[in-house]
């Protein structure tokens, strides 16, 4: 089992940066594959994006490619999404999961974090 933390959301101004973390107690973190979601108010959930558990791959979704970046430290068991040129369009509530799986598919992932809340203005 593996419990997840998310930290770093906020507020920030369309076209700011904001870098989210992933943070796991557990070593175990290292065997999973990461992915990223985030659910705006009043829609369902979507894929942002995800890391095998190597960091070998990553893959984003097209929404945000070019803008966002995922990475991984398996020493510090935190994964990152560097969220660059915001828009008010990414204001959201974004979770990490773990899943044996890399996957953009999010019945895949195993464990969820608690979100951390990503708001951009114009």
């Known amino acids: 089992q593996v419990q997840l933390v998310e930290s770093g959301g906020g507020l920030v101004q369309a076209g700011g940066s904001l870098r989210l973390s992933c943070t796991a107690s557990?070593?175990?973190?290292?065997?999973?594959?990461i992915g990223w979601f985030r659910q705006a108010s009043g829609k369902e959930r979507e894929f942002v994006g995800a890391i095998h558990w190597d960091g070998g791959s990553t893959d984003v979704a097209d929404s945000v490619k070019g803008r966002f970046t995922i990475s991984r430290d398996n020493d510090k068991t935190t994964a990152y999404l560097r969220m660059n040129s915001l828009k008010p369009g990414d204001t959201a509530v974004y979770y990490c999961a773990a899943g044996r799986r890399y996957t953009e598919y999010s019945e895949h992932y195993n464990y969820w974090g608690q979100g951390t809340q990503v708001t951009v203005s114009s």
């Open positions: 557990e070593r175990s973190f290292s065997n999973y594959a």
